[in-house]
């Protein structure tokens, strides 16, 4: 809520006090004791807005001393040694930002200084990727033995206008030790579920699960048209039938009850040489094909600037709000960079 809107509530409060409106006495009235409840409730909400009132200016002063620590009226000495530090540690990526002609940008949501170092995170929450497909994702990136992955990396772009709608705009500047990571194929990821299914390396060829369903599937046929209940048989060959669907469909883990039965019923499947490897969570990938869809890269960063791809930042990085970027640039890039907006 804004600070004027406050004012106005707290003077609309007070106005409503019975001390203030003796029209609350004329006869018949609340009683006594309910006009001393009202009062109190009054008094109440004017203290509670006015407490908000003082916190909420309180915020905004220390946010707007956070945001001109560097601004008009600080020394240039300040902002030199800042830049200073930034050169020996972020060499390699300024050379990018000069070479191409672009930045990187991020933006973040809440309170932040005007400048500042952080490390990606640990485990990101994906916003909009499916958790459980992203977790698979990341496995294929350290398979191609590529660091920065999804959940252990910021992501930033080269379009100053798509990082806005993110947050407060900052460039970013990575620490020479931070690695990187970027798609050459897609613009901007999103990992839906199941999207990774059709790169799963099963240890036998699929033809041989087609004609192993179509075989269960002529069983569950005869056992129907049998005159005797055999429901339990017909049960069983629809759980086997079951599996086989999902692994022709991608999926590459068969939970432990099916696996039993599997090998107590069908001991002729040619699923029971893979089952310990099938009841295990650790598909493989066709890693080529993957790349061939993806193009995933941790290197060209150049290329990845000039595309305005997303790119996944992991390690340390120096952020410089967007506002004061003007007083690092002379410094750090020595011209002035494209901008997109």
């Known amino acids: 809520m804004k600070i004027d809107d406050l004012k106005i509530l707290i003077e609309a409060a007070k106005k409503k006090s019975p001390f203030s409106n003796t029209s609350l006495l004329a006869p018949g009235a609340e009683t006594a004791i309910n006009l001393q409840r009202r009062m109190s409730e009054i008094r109440g909400v004017i203290e509670r807005l006015e407490n908000t009132l003082k916190s909420n200016q309180s915020e905004l002063k220390k946010l707007e001393k956070q945001l001109n620590k560097l601004g ?87 379009e100053e206008f798509h990082a806005r709608d993110y947050g407060t705009l900052y460039v970013i500047i990575p620490k020479n030790s931070a690695k990187f990571a ?67 469909e991608g999926d590459t883990w068969i939970n432990s009850y099916s696996a039993k039965i599997i090998k107590k019923y069908f001991p002729d499947s040619p699923l029971i040489p893979y089952l310990d490897q099938l009841t295990g969570r650790s598909p493989k990938y066709d890693l080529k094909s993957f790349q061939d869809k993806y193009k995933m890269k941790n290197d060209s960063l150049i290329s990845a600037l000039k595309m305005g791809h997303e790119i996944l930042i992991h390690g340390e990085y120096y952020a410089i709000h967007y506002n004061i970027w003007s007083k690092f640039e002379p410094i750090l890039i020595g011209k002035s960079s494209k901008r997109d907006i």
């Open 182 to 248: 970027w798609s050459a194929e897609e613009k901007d990821l999103i990992i839906d579920s199941d999207v990774l299914a059709e790169f799963v390396q099963l240890p036998f060829p699929k033809t041989l699960l087609s004609k192993e369903i179509k075989k269960i599937q002529n069983a569950i046929n005869k056992l129907e048209n049998l005159p005797k209940n055999v429901n339990d048989q017909i049960g069983r060959h629809y759980v086997y039938a079951e599996v086989l669907e999902l692994l022709i």
């Open 72 to 158: 008009p009226q600080s020394a240039d000495s300040d902002v030199q040694s800042i830049a200073s530090k930034i050169q020996n540690d972020c060499g390699k990526f300024l050379m990018a930002f000069r070479t191409s002609g672009e930045l990187m940008y991020r933006g973040i949501r809440g309170e932040a200084l005007s400048v500042f170092q952080a490390t990606s995170p640990t485990n990101r929450v994906p916003m909009d990727s499916d958790p459980d497909e992203v977790a698979k994702f990341n496995s294929i990136l350290s398979a191609l033995k590529i660091e920065a992955n999804r959940s252990n990396s910021i992501f930033v772009t080269s």
